[in-house]
């Protein structure tokens, strides 16, 4: 197989991973692969294949995690959350000291932390996504209201 078309279809698998994980950081290391590609089939050979990907790789991570840093709780852009008023379903407690809990959430598996539950909600009980704590969700009883 080609190099260009190995690197080719690494990008095409990372992006479709990332249709499902929707976090971005695995489209930037796509699109160095869709960058290595390219310099491969302008004839550059493989420790420039590679340094190109992952030079653009690790400056799209780093754009995403800048954007993904400027959106913590609290802030006004956390107020525009996109998952906010979500339901995810309650698959079990980790902490209840804590209201750490394991919720099933498109289609996975996610942590989170209650607020603003009076009472410890039964197994299977929807809750409903306030906002985000880094890769914890915050989920409360019943949907957050528009702000």
Request: hydrophobic share 55%.
């Amino acid at each position: 197989m080609e190099p260009w078309l190995a690197w080719l279809v690494l990008g095409f698998v990372l992006v479709i991973v990332e249709l499902v994980s929707g976090t971005f950081y695995l489209l930037m290391l796509g699109v160095g692969a869709f960058a290595a590609a390219l310099t491969a089939h302008l004839g550059g050979n493989v420790l420039v294949q590679a340094l190109v990907g992952g030079i653009v790789a690790v400056a799209g991570a780093f754009a995403v995690h800048h954007w993904h840093s400027r959106r913590r709780p609290g802030d006004a852009a956390n107020d525009n959350f996109l998952d906010r008023g979500q339901p995810a379903v309650l698959e079990g407690w980790i902490d209840e000291a804590t209201n750490l809990v394991r919720v099933k959430y498109r289609g996975t598996s996610w942590d989170a932390r209650i607020v603003g539950a009076p009472a410890r909600p039964a197994l299977g009980a929807v809750l409903y996504i306030e906002g985000q704590d880094g890769s914890t969700l915050l989920v409360g009883a019943a949907p957050p209201v528009a702000s």
